[in-house]
């Protein structure tokens, strides 16, 4: 099983900028895909970016894509979500999770393991 602790959320304004941490312990397999998605109130959670542990190159939902930048720190065991230009759509809880398979998916339901997240708000 993996641990995962996010932090880094806040209150920001338009256009603003916040970095998103996730540091992971417990079975950090190589192998692993990590992801960041989010769920605002009464929306379903929706995919926002992965990575692989082992490196290439990571995925984007459109929504972010140019604006979010997803990267990892393998000696910390720590996967950021660097959000710069940000909208008041953007305003959601954001969670971590971690896959245990090698293969991106922006299906919520193929990861096993998440954070508690940490709240995101876009003032306007």
């Known amino acids: 099983q993996v641990q995962l602790v996010e932090s880094g959320g806040g209150l920001v304004q338009a256009g603003g900028s916040l970095r998103l941490s996730c540091a992971a312990s417990g079975r950090t397999f190589r192998s692993y895909v990590m992801g960041w998605f989010r769920q605002a109130p009464g929306k379903e959670r929706e995919f926002v970016a992965a990575?692989?542990?082992?490196?290439?190159?990571?995925g984007y939902a459109d929504s972010v894509k140019g604006r979010f930048t997803i990267s990892r720190d393998n000696a910390k065991n720590t996967v950021y979500l660097q959000m710069n230009s940000l909208k008041p759509e953007d305003t959601a809880v954001y969670y971590c999770?971690?896959?245990?398979?090698?293969?991106?998916?922006?299906?919520?339901?193929?990861?096993?393991?998440w954070g508690q997240g940490t709240q995101v708000t876009v003032s306007s």
């Open positions: 999770a971690a896959r245990r398979n090698p293969y991106l998916s922006g299906s919520p339901n193929e990861y096993a393991d």
């Open positions: 990575i692989r542990w082992s490196g290439g190159s990571p």
